[in-house]
């Protein structure tokens, strides 16, 4: 930069300390000093926005971990419970017990296309929880009921993927059924 200037100083304090000598020292100062406060700020702005990136990259994996963590969880009660009801059922009404069959099945190879799927039509969803619903409604012995009453230009819109089933599974491990 040039910005460093030797002097030859001929005359002592007198010269070093005259008004032209004291303005061009603290104007090499003032400008090194700039010079340098701009190099720091830039460094710090650098690495401060990397941070800020990786902070908002490591956000956005903990929240799909946390989402993938929810959609791999099936309950596992809710299919041995299935099965115990499947196995009353076949002595009792062998037609509901292979409607049931039919409708577990479905319910499970929606969640199993779905769990690679991050988002998926509120249609999709709906025809679900409909089916999930039908396996509890069977299950509870039609102390279930479900009346879905969406307008159908919303039909098309992109949810995400199961998170019908988890508000669903909640609300049938956490309340009464009566």
């Known amino acids: 930069w040039g910005l460093i200037t030797y002097y030859k100083i001929d005359g002592g304090a007198e010269v070093l300390l005259s008004s032209n000598h004291v303005i061009k020292n603290i104007l090499i100062i003032s400008i090194s000093t700039g010079v340098t406060i701009f190099f720091y700020a830039k460094y710090f702005m650098k690495y401060w926005k990397i941070s800020v990136i990786k902070y908002e990259e490591m956000k956005k994996e903990n929240i799909a971990s946390q989402y993938e963590a929810l959609k791999s969880q099936i309950d ?20 509901l017990a292979q409607r049931f069959i039919k409708e577990l099945a479905s319910t499970y190879r929606y969640i199993l296309q779905q769990k690679d799927s991050e988002l998926s039509s ?38 995400v993927s199961l998170a019908l089933q988890i508000i669903f599974e909640n609300i049938f491990k956490h309340n009464a059924v009566s």
């Open 76 to 95: 596992p009660h809710f299919f041995f419970k299935s099965l115990n009801v499947v196995s009353s059922l076949i002595d009792e009404d062998s037609s």
């Open 122 to 159: 509120l249609a999709e969803e709906i025809k679900f929880v409909e089916k999930y619903v039908f396996l509890q409604k069977i299950r509870f012995e039609n102390a279930v009921s479900l009346n879905v009453n969406i307008k159908e230009d919303i039909l098309s819109q992109k949810v």
